[in-house]
């Protein structure tokens, strides 16, 4: 009988010492593992943003690509020279507005999906190339000339940023 009241006893007394332990435990975690937890919280999201940003980035680019393509397809508009295309008939003229209407398209996704007052390094390296691609564009004298036309209908502050890179170029 003596040896069972002494396993009782250590067995409460183990009881208390596991109480004594877990509260010990819950002081670790409170302050060494909550704020772990909340920085890796913290970093994963950080990286899934930066993940979905350069998959936004990567379709954009997927699209400019298409895009560069269509213009390809019509090598008697020559889109790639500065200089207006001289002479174009009336197919070859709608042809050029509905590939400039894609441009304008396309760099207004780009501006209002990567374009922000304040950019991070890769933000603002990302944004740069797209910004090139528009003052590409806005050297065109025929872009620039049709682009009041073209930005009808379309967000007052993509509006006011490539009209002032369309104004820079001239």
Not at 127 to 141: F, G, H, I
Not at 155 to 160: A, E, Y
Request: with cysteine; proline share 4%; net charge negative.
């Amino acid at each position: 009988m003596a040896a069972l009241f002494g396993g009782i006893r250590r067995w409460v007394y183990n009881i208390h010492m596991s109480t004594e332990t877990w509260e010990l435990l819950s002081y670790v975690v409170t302050v060494i593992g909550l704020p772990m937890a909340i920085f890796v919280f913290v970093y994963e999201k950080t990286r899934e943003r930066n993940a979905a940003e350069q998959e936004m980035y990567r379709r954009l680019s997927d699209n400019y690509q298409e895009f560069l393509e269509t213009a390809l397809d019509n090598p008697d508009l020559k889109l790639f020279s500065h200089d207006p295309t001289p002479d174009l008939t009336d197919e070859q003229h709608e042809r050029m507005l509905i590939i400039f209407s894609m441009a304008v398209s396309l760099f207004e996704r780009a501006y209002l999906i990567l374009y922000d007052e304040d950019l991070t390094d890769d933000q603002q390296r990302r944004w740069r190339s797209w910004d090139d691609y528009m003052r590409e564009w806005c050297q065109r004298e025929d872009f620039r000339e049709h682009l009041p036309d073209l930005l009808v209908g379309e967000d007052p502050s993509f509006v006011g940023y490539i009209t002032g890179l369309s104004e820079a170029t001239r």
